[in-house]
């Protein structure tokens, strides 16, 4: 039903007349898209085929895709089966912590290549279920029921199992499937009340709550225009000017369109309520180029969802936004064929075998085969990579990262595609491999890559998301590293401010308050939020009476966002770090375990939670959590590690080396190094050495270990192992007087001999 403008106004009026913002009434109302296609028809229309528009539904024989026809799937001895009953959609399934039980299916979710549906449970929860349709052809090896994970059995208790935390719409799903979502979570029932306007991603889902705009339309059109809903500007204007790759000659000012992208296309955390035309860092929290999501050259490694490989790319620095490939209201390029990138690389150039080396219309003469390669995610889900890179063998060779070329020839080696390369006259030893090579030299606890991080994190010409991540991979252990974390929180960027606050948060307490105390009401809230568990438990003494009002201020802010998603077992986690650098043991202890309550998977509660209790002076009660740890993660490193030195506090030294032993297999110079001191605090020297040399050999630049190795090496009588390590410490830290001493007295001795 629509509003007439003399309605709207009335309504207005009486808001006024009861003291309440109107302009809050406006900004918050929905309308619906249908209200949308009365006057945008041609983009309705396109909008109608999306997988927006499909990303969420009733169920109906519509949009059911799968058959459920009686069909019967069987995982891992659990047999489920899909079949209706008077119009409702079904599914029997013994694959349940109660046995065989039939579930109503609520809603589908998603739509091309695959179609989950979402089943209800308890207190309000929807549940994703596991096992899902194929909707791609046949002819791909579609149109099947599978399971979204094929080689491993996931008990019911597991938060991994369709019926757990990670498999929860409410939680994990429904901002990004549905229009002006509300998550409505009580925790003191564990309950869910959630909430939409539109089932799918609806118009407003992009552009913002429509009802302004609606009354406007609906009323006197010669009055200017309200500015929501966001008008997204669509394609940019590019030119060539001479040039083989075209230039933006329109203004580049759509970063609002790629953050509203950004909201849901990218892997991040939820903070405040969206704001349409906000920063994504003033409701999200933007992942970073870590380990295990990206590989070191910011290739896709785990789901990361595109925004952080696209602000990588060169696209994006030139100003290329996503209309400019992707049709907003459907969701599809322009064209599947490499004209999409002839817009504005010139084809007479780019589309040809001088430059991409392959017959013309192969695979390999595909744009996107090269610079956006696929990675497989849910079994059947392709996703391009959007950094747009070119293929490196090199670096595959250097740091295992892939690369297209062997993605597209997977019968050949790395080596036989760089020397095809080097043929062609494309090696490179460029920027992007300095950058690589610092990054997977962080990601094994080296320190040669640290001046190249500290490079990145202060280039202009670095994008921000390497920059921010250069600042995460520091190791802030000189005053180089120290003065690069001081100006990274002088930018203009909230990304990188808030890495230069994270890192600077784990500094000494005189030093954390000279540099973050100025930040004190910075205007971002992804900034503010870091800043407050950064701030956490600096005493008031040590503050004006202004910057403490302000860092309570922090503390309210920072709890009253943590309080809308008590939900998680993350958020629990985090509050538990909180109350802990606060001082607030108990309470903190209350989070750790609330936090395995709701997974008890989760590993850094076990460890945070050990640490507490024996920081607190209840070591026993430490090795009992990191016993129920191992109970649960079994053969965990890091439970290990933490575990042997509890036994080691305890002086129980024959479970302590036990464990340490264990830890010591993982690939970490740090458990390596401590088994190492604890095999020599016991006597067994040689044992010692040996597995300081083999740390010497992985990790050559690690300071302490050769320390120590130095030192046991002299003990042993073994001049040549101590001398050895010696020199390496002088190369690595040509300033320190005492290592050119001990190298001297070592040479002299080695002579002497």
């Not at 349940?96 to 207190?123: C, M, N, R, S």
């Not at 892997?267 to 994504?280: C, E, F, I, K, V």
């Not at 190795?709 to 300033?735: I, N």
Request: one cysteine or more; aromatic letters at 8%; hydrophobic letters at 35%.
């Amino acid at each position: 039903m629509s509003i007439s403008l003399k309605t709207m106004r009335l309504l207005l009026l009486v808001l006024c007349l009861l003291g309440l913002n109107a302009s809050v009434f406006s900004s918050e109302t929905y309308v619906g898209s249908e209200n949308c296609a009365q006057c945008h028809q041609t983009e309705y229309a396109q909008w109608s085929t999306s997988h927006h528009q499909a990303a969420m539904a009733k169920p109906s024989r519509t949009t059911v895709l799968a058959p459920f026809e009686g069909e019967e799937f069987v995982w891992f001895g659990k047999t489920s089966r899909f079949h209706q009953d008077n119009g409702r959609f079904l599914i029997t399934t013994n694959d349940t912590g109660a046995g065989e039980t039939t579930f109503e299916v609520a809603y589908t979710f998603g739509v091309f290549p695959l179609q989950q549906y979402l089943i209800p449970t308890d207190k309000g929860r929807l549940q994703s279920f596991t096992v899902a349709w194929d909707a791609r052809p046949e002819s791909e090896n579609g149109q099947r029921w599978y399971h979204l994970t094929t080689d491993e059995y996931i008990a019911p208790d597991d938060p991994l199992h369709w019926s757990g935390l990670y498999q929860n719409w409410n939680n994990s799903c429904a901002e990004c499937h549905s229009t002006d979502v509300n998550k409505n979570y009580d925790v003191t029932n564990d309950s869910y009340n959630t909430t939409f306007t539109e089932v799918s991603v609806g118009c407003e889902a992009c552009h913002g709550p429509g009802q302004a705009h609606l009354a406007w339309a609906q009323g006197d059109l010669s009055q200017a225009a309200p500015p929501w809903p966001s008008q997204l500007k669509q394609r940019a204007q590019w030119a060539f000017n001479d040039k083989a790759i075209a230039q933006r000659v329109s203004a580049n000012d759509n970063d609002a369109q790629i953050n509203t992208c950004a909201r849901c296309h990218s892997r991040r955390s939820h903070l405040g309520d969206y704001q349409h035309g906000q920063a994504l860092s003033q409701t999200h929290r933007l992942a970073l180029l870590e380990p295990g999501l990206y590989y070191p050259d910011g290739q896709i490694q785990d789901e990361v969802f595109v925004h952080g490989s696209f602000i990588q790319s060169k696209m994006y620095q030139a100003g290329v936004t996503c209309t400019d490939c992707h049709n907003p209201h459907s969701g599809k390029i322009y064209t599947q064929t490499n004209a999409l990138c002839a817009s504005c690389h010139q084809a007479e150039v780019f589309d040809t075998p001088k430059h991409h080396h392959h017959q013309p219309s192969s695979a390999g003469a595909e744009c996107v085969d090269c610079h956006m390669s696929t990675t497989t995610y849910m079994g059947i889900d392709a996703r391009r990579d959007h950094s747009m890179q070119i293929p490196r063998p090199d670096l595959t060779i250097n740091t295992g990262t892939p690369n297209a070329c062997n993605k597209c020839h997977e019968d050949k080696t790395a080596d036989w595609a760089m020397m095809h390369l080097s043929e062609w006259g494309q090696l490179r030893c460029d920027q992007q491999t300095e950058r690589t090579l610092a990054f997977h030299a962080a990601s094994l606890g080296q320190a040669k890559g640290q001046q190249t991080l500290q490079e990145i994190a202060l280039s202009e010409a670095q994008p921000a998301i390497w920059r921010a991540s250069a600042i995460n991979a520091l190791v802030v252990n000189n005053q180089s590293a120290l003065t690069t974390l001081q100006l990274a929180l002088t930018s203009s960027d909230p990304l990188i401010r808030q890495s230069g606050v994270r890192q600077a948060g784990n500094l000494p307490d005189n030093l954390k308050n000279e540099i973050l105390l100025p930040l004190l009401g910075d205007e971002d809230l992804g900034v503010r939020l870091t800043l407050a568990f950064a701030l956490a438990g600096i005493a008031d003494v040590n503050l004006s009476k202004a910057q403490a009002q302000q860092r309570r201020t922090l503390d309210t802010e920072y709890r009253a966002i943590a309080e809308r998603h008590l939900d998680q077992a993350e958020q629990h986690l985090s509050l538990g770090d909180y109350e802990t650098r606060l001082g607030n043991t108990e309470i903190a202890l209350t989070r750790y375990q609330t936090a395995l309550s709701k997974n008890s998977q989760l590993l850094a509660a076990y460890i945070n939670k050990a640490d507490l209790e024996a920081n607190s002076g209840n070591n026993q009660e430490a090795i009992g959590t990191l016993e129920r740890g191992l109970t649960e993660i079994a053969d965990n490193p890091d439970l290990a590690f933490a575990l042997g030195l509890a036994h080691i506090r305890n002086q129980d030294y024959s479970q302590g080396l036990q464990q340490l032993a264990i830890a010591a297999k993982a690939e970490s110079a740090r458990y390596r190094y401590t088994y190492a001191i604890a095999l020599h605090g016991q006597g067994k020297l040689h044992d010692a050495l040996a597995i300081l040399k083999g740390v010497r050999r992985k990790w050559p630049d690690n300071e302490e270990a050769l320390q120590a190795l130095a030192q046991f090496a002299v003990e042993a009588k073994d001049t040549r192992t101590a001398l050895e390590a010696v020199r390496q410490l002088t190369e690595l830290a040509p300033d320190n007087r005492q290592y050119q001493v001990w190298r001297q007295q070592l040479e002299r001795i080695a002579i002497a001999r």
